[in-house]
């Protein structure tokens, strides 16, 4: 499933994700800030969703359809990496390259590196590796996936990791945005009995999507917020403008 022309599309933000509705979990707010700001963004799903406890591929297709124009994402499509086994193999790393190629995203957000999801935290790894690739003028990808081109920026959201965040960015006037987006996935979080036991009732999930928001706003200052790690340090110019009071 993708959205948008394939041969004309490209995105400033792109989010990868093992699953369809990772992004939105994780980084849903964030990109309706940037698109918000004038940034196109754009979703790789790097699976489709068949081995799921709940749902088929198709249902979450025409989800992700849905959620991505709740997002307002100018391009969103999904590979065909079994869903619950991807792996850092050099034939994937191929795949997520071309996408690279040809979208030419300057930031890349993953996963955190570290998760209970085997997908997750492969996803991370194999994503990085992948964005290295893209920037290899010898790789092996012919010259229709374009030229070669490495993302300026990764970024690791780490929602759901026990990790101090690097840095938040502040959901507060897209928080029902983003909530409404992960409501789209009815077949994964409609009330129902299969996988009960692993899957957030639906009354829970406006309770614990905003609880979870409402901590890393508080972190910042602010009062719904996203959380992020970079893992290289980051440079000011001007100490007068560091943002975030520290007592």
Known sequence: MATGDLSQTTVDVLAIAAHRDDVE????????????????????DLTQGESGTRGTAEDRAREAAEAARILRVAHREALDLPDGNVENTREN?????????RLR????????WQGRHPDHYTTATLGYESCFA???SKFDLPPEHGAPHRPYKIL?????????????????PHIETRLASLLSYRSQYGNQTTGSALFVPEDDIRERTFSTARH???LAGVRYAEPF???????VDDLMMVPVQSI
């Not at 790393?93 to 190629?101: F, H, Q």
């Not at 690791?156 to 507060?172: E, G, H």
């Open 229 to 235: 790690v970079q893992k290289e340090v980051s440079l």
């Open 156 to 172: 690791y959201a780490s929602l759901y990791a026990d990790v101090r965040p690097t840095f938040v960015v502040d959901i507060t």
């Open 25 to 44: 979990q994780t980084c849903g707010g964030t990109l309706l800030v940037q698109q918000s700001l004038g940034w196109r963004t754009g979703i790789l």
């Open 105 to 112: 995203p300057r930031v890349v957000i993953l996963p955190y």
């Open 93 to 101: 790393r191929l795949k997520i390259a071309a996408v690279l190629r």
């Open 134 to 136: 893209a920037g290899l």
């Open 216 to 218: 890393y706003g508080l």
